[in-house]
């Protein structure tokens, strides 16, 4: 799974919306080999330079989002080295706004020959029977064939997709700091961590370099970034108008609002803590959905093996 801040603005929406399907594996690179490299000294922190309005200067937002960027690729690296748990809830709403109906989904995110899978191993809070989990071993068993069997070719193939992925990500994260105009609201206090406190507005007159940053004017919100790492913590932003996706795919109405959380673990990196979405859509011009949407993730626990198959056995 990557949790990147330049994929949040476009995969949550549409991946919360994809609740109740089957998870779908991604595909990061195979674990890093046990050897690694000393780390590299870590730049000074950030000054942050506000105007007497409180607006900060675009250059110091610019150098500021590129270490958050790389921040999200050294997470997303050092992610391969866990295995977790992640629980989804959906609240279906009725049109007074009231919980007509509520499911959730609880995971098993392990390492499949690099790839990390998701196995399911709660529905509503209840383990899976006998029968139902047997499906899911045999599901995670053909992604391991799969895998295992992929030629050298298709592999290169992949990783190449993977690194383009992440210059398009980089790129992306950089172009936020040209569609908003961002205030310091002020320093607050997460996890016992100093952070800066941004609001983000979007700039007048912005035009869109990248067919997915078309979705920017059409957010606002505020972002909390850690004083000593330039990592983001957390992030609260809704829509300010209808997003569509698709000419009659899907159309995310005014006021669908995303707060995403990290959390510092084993002093090393940061990763998923919680995502809460309230979201208005319409699918196909046919379907309402008025649905409240949650996510978890817990016991990080991190494994180094010579072995290129990971498999956790503990459930919860």
């Not at 801040?5 to 549409?14: D, G, M, R």
């Not at 046990?34 to 607006?55: C, F, H, K, N, W």
């Not at 995971?107 to 383990?127: F, N």
């Not at 309402?288 to 494994?303: A, G, L, M, S």
Request: aromatic letters at 6%.
């Amino acid at each position: 799974m990557r949790f990147s801040l330049s994929l949040i603005f476009t995969l949550v929406l549409l991946g919360s919306c994809a609740f109740g399907q089957e998870p779908v594996p991604t595909a990061p690179e195979p674990p890093v080999p046990p050897a690694e490299q000393p780390a590299p000294p870590s730049p000074p922190p950030i000054e942050l330079r506000p105007d007497v309005s409180g607006t900060v200067p675009q250059e110091q937002i610019r150098e500021l989002l590129r270490r958050v960027a790389e921040k999200d690729l050294e997470n997303e690296k050092r992610l391969r080295d866990y295995t977790y748990i992640q629980r989804e809830e959906e609240r279906k709403l009725d049109g007074h706004g009231k919980v007509k109906k509520i499911e959730s989904r609880t995971s098993e995110v392990l390492v499949v020959y690099g790839e990390q899978v998701q196995r399911k191993i709660a529905k509503d809070d209840k383990l899976l029977s006998a029968d139902e989990t047997k499906k899911e071993e045999e599901r995670i068993q053909k992604i391991t064939d799969k895998r295992k069997n992929e030629s050298d070719s298709d592999r290169r193939k992949r990783l190449e997709k993977e690194e383009k992925d992440r210059e398009e990500g980089r790129k992306f994260v950089l172009e936020i700091a040209d569609a908003y105009n961002f205030r310091l609201a002020g320093s607050e206090l997460l996890d016992g961590r100093e952070t800066w406190a941004l609001d983000a507005n979007p700039r007048p007159g912005y035009e869109p370099k990248r067919r997915e940053a078309k979705v920017l004017p059409k957010l606002r919100g505020r972002i909390w970034i850690d004083k000593a790492e330039a990592q983001w913590v957390k992030f609260d932003v809704t829509t300010t108008d209808t997003i569509s996706f698709g000419l009659f795919l899907a159309r995310i109405h005014k006021g669908t609002r995303i707060v995403v959380e990290t959390t510092r673990v084993n002093e090393e990196v940061w990763l998923p803590k919680h995502v809460a979405v309230h979201i208005d859509l319409r699918l196909a011009l046919l379907k309402n959905y008025d649905v409240d949407v949650e996510q978890t993730f817990r016991d990080y626990k991190k494994f180094r093996s010579e072995s290129k198959i990971t498999v956790v056995g503990e459930s919860q």
